[in-house]
T-cell receptor, first 115, second 111 residues
């Protein structure tokens, strides 16, 4: 049971480059989320998706793009990376009961450094 | 706006009891989660409260008072492995299932 995985686990890139972080879950959960975690800010929601082809912005979406063509995958793309996007990125997923109170399960994280 | 407050750091000794508080001012409250996060790892689920009162789960208990916008996580019989960050998160009715997190409380347990 692989659960939820992220790749790469570590990434170093340069300002202006495009970077895609991958997230894959094997539970067939409807909901998937992307968060970033920074010292002094805690976890902040970037984007989330309620189902394939349905995505919505979170608290800090600027500079990021997401897609969800398949239920199990939810890639996050930084179109032109900036140093302020250096962070640890967590993907999460949850089932849905329709009440929006299901537990979210987190992937292992991707540590991204933008030079 | 939404605001969730937790103490930044706490220290305790093995075998002791510690209470980590969380206060929130949010609209459309739909439940509160506690997560544990060890350094360099992903957050893992500890508890969920939507109704007032205490939920007990082994050495960990979580309490919620919706009228006061207050929750606490109680850890009993502390062990060294409990050294971690504890994240309080609120789920908002109007935000789908998205969680709003506090900045977390780093707990250090010493022998």
């Amino acid at each position: 049971d692989a659960g939820i995985t992220q790749s790469p686990r570590y990434k170093i890139t340069e300002t202006g480059r495009q970077v895609t972080l991958m997230c894959h879950q094997t539970w067939s959960h409807s909901y998937m989320f992307w968060y970033r975690q920074d010292l002094g800010h805690g976890l902040r929601l970037i984007y989330y998706s309620a189902a394939a082809d349905i995505t919505d912005k979170g608290e800090v979406p600027d500079g990021y793009v997401v897609s969800r063509s398949k239920t199990e995958n939810f890639p996050l793309t930084l179109e032109s990376a900036t140093r302020s996007q250096t962070s640890v990125y967590f993907c999460a997923s949850s089932e849905t009961s329709g009440r929006g109170t299901d537990t979210q399960y987190f992937g292992p994280g991707t540590r991204l450094t933008v030079l | 706006g939404q605001n969730i407050d937790q103490p930044t750091e706490m220290t305790a000794t093995e075998g002791a009891i510690v209470q980590i508080n969380c206060t929130y001012q949010t609209s459309g409250f739909n439940g509160l989660f506690w997560y544990q996060q060890h350094a360099g790892e992903a957050p893992t689920f500890l508890s969920y409260n939507v109704l007032d009162g205490l939920e007990e789960k082994g050495r960990f208990s979580s309490f919620l008072s919706r009228s006061k916008g207050y929750s606490y996580l109680l850890l009993k019989e502390l062990q060294m492995k409990d050294s971690a960050s504890y994240l309080c998160a609120v789920i908002l009715r109007e935000a789908g299932t998205a969680l709003i997190f506090g900045k977390g409380t780093t707990l250090s347990v010493s022998s």
